[in-house]
C-alpha cells in the first residue's frame, strides 16, 4: 500500500513562487509515474504536472506550462512542484497521485492513478 502526503501549500502573491512536495512511503519498488493535480470547489479535478521516474519524461498542462515545474524533491521518495509565477486562477487544492505504468498520452486521466494524498491548500492573490 502507498501513502502520500503533500506540503508547503501557503497563500503565495500573484507572481510570487512557491515548492509543494509530495512525500511517497509504503510499498514503492521501481519506476512510477507521479502526478499533481488540482481542484476548486464546484469544479473538476483537472492535471496539472506529471512525471514519469523511469527515463524522467514530464507532462504539463498548457495552462502551466513554462511555469511549473516537476522535480526531485530533496528528501527520499519525495516529488516536488516547483510554482513560479502563480496566477490567482491557479489557487486550488493540490493533490499528487501515483500510478505504475508509464501514462503516456493518459497521463491526466485521473482514473489510472489508484494512490491519492490528502491535498495541499494554495491560495494565490493578486
Known amino acids: 500500500h502507498v501513502q502520500l502526503v503533500e506540503s508547503g501549500g501557503a497563500s503565495v502573491r500573484a507572481g510570487g513562487a512557491l515548492r509543494l512536495s509530495c512525500g511517497a512511503s509504503?510499498?514503492?519498488?521501481?519506476?512510477?509515474?507521479v502526478g499533481w493535480f488540482r481542484q476548486v470547489p464546484g469544479k473538476e479535478r483537472e492535471a496539472v504536472a506529471a512525471?514519469?521516474?523511469?527515463?524522467?519524461?514530464?507532462f504539463y498542462a498548457d495552462s502551466v506550462k513554462g511555469r511549473f515545474t516537476i522535480v526531485l524533491g530533496s528528501g527520499r521518495n519525495t516529488m516536488d512542484l516547483q510554482m513560479n509565477d502563480p496566477k490567482p486562477e491557479d489557487t486550488a487544492m493540490y493533490y499528487c497521485?501515483?500510478?505504475?505504468?508509464?501514462?503516456?498520452?493518459?497521463?491526466?486521466?485521473?482514473?489510472?492513478?489508484?494512490?491519492w494524498g490528502q491535498g495541499t491548500q494554495v491560495p494565490v492573490s493578486s
Open positions: 512525471i514519469y521516474t523511469g527515463g524522467g519524461s514530464t
Open positions: 497521485a501515483v500510478q505504475r505504468l508509464h501514462p503516456g498520452v493518459r497521463w491526466k486521466v485521473i482514473g489510472d492513478y489508484p494512490h
Open positions: 509504503g510499498s514503492i519498488y521501481g519506476d512510477a509515474c
